[in-house]
């Protein structure tokens, strides 16, 4: 029989989508089935350090954990970190739980922690990673290419992909005037496309400029409608440009095996700017000037496919049966 797999997190597109895509990555390796569970907690666990919530199970929806409980549980987001604990403490050793980015309470409570550098944790229970994880797996991005190279590559011109999120807190306005300057120009190159996409978070003002900016050239400019076109636009990008403000934004463009190129939008945490630092003295991006890497320069970059390794460190540290290695 199959082992099941619990995705946990509090909703939050960004947490739900590492918890998923470290679920999907065990899976492929192992042939579990994988289903996403939310958790939106309340009062008074919310204020709560997670290792002195009092009945963890009780903080969320009861019916998102209704028995029978999995073999595993991963759990992404503070709110979720005690709950996966708690089912692997009653579980008594059938339930067995990992938790993805730093849990705030007590390591010794999980399995296994998954943690990217820039948390700054250690443990014997700890894989840590350099970026965060995500589900933009090589199946999903040839998926997307597959889906979506009609629409939007021309032959014979470099597709440059975008990434845009938001700016941060205090504005950055002379950043977002400088970015989306910049695109336009890239725009009337006649060796290039551009295809961009928003995200939720993108302010309305910023579309309607960059729509403004790029009118009279053939760029792909996602309005919102229909099919979501990221997947498409990350498998089909010969190199792509994405705002710094976004750990899985860029994690996910260093799938992909192509230059990335991370762009100012405005002023974000000192978090953000470590990673974004650590990418670019890694060599694994450059900053954004407004120019394209000469595309005959070297060998093509490999793919960071963190997901992947941290999914084989995890079955390793439970002592699973990896069937993907056994076949490598």
Known sequence: MAREIWAMSPGHAGME???LGLAEAIALRIGAVVSARRVPVGLPWRILPGDVWPFPLRAPDAAALSKPWPDLVITCGRQAAPIGAAMRRQGAGRVRAVHVQNPLMRLGAFDVVVAPEHDGIAGRNVVTTMAALH???????????????????VPGRRLVSVLIGAPGATGGADDQARLI???GRLAKDSTLRLALTPSRRTPAHAIDALRRELAG???FLWDGSGDNPYAGLLGCADALIVTG???SMMSEALAVGRPVLIASFGDSSGRLST???RLIEKG????????????????????????ATAARAV?????WHDSERDAA
């Not at 589900?135 to 590559?153: D, E, F, N, Q, T």
């Not at 005959?296 to 997901?307: H, K």
């Not at 079955?315 to 002592?319: A, D, M, N, S």
């Open 181 to 183: 300057g910049q695109l």
């Open 217 to 219: 050239s053939d760029a």
């Open 17 to 19: 989508n590492q918890a």
């Open 275 to 277: 990673f974004r630092r």
């Open 245 to 247: 403000d976004s750990v």
């Open 284 to 307: 694994l991006a450059r900053a954004f000037d407004g120019t394209l890497p000469d595309p005959s320069g070297g060998a093509p970059r490999q793919p960071l496919d963190d997901t």
């Open 315 to 319: 079955l390793q540290r439970l002592g």
């Open 135 to 153: 589900r933009m797996s090589p199946a999903r991005l040839a998926a997307g290419r597959l889906a979506w190279a009609a629409r939007l590559v």
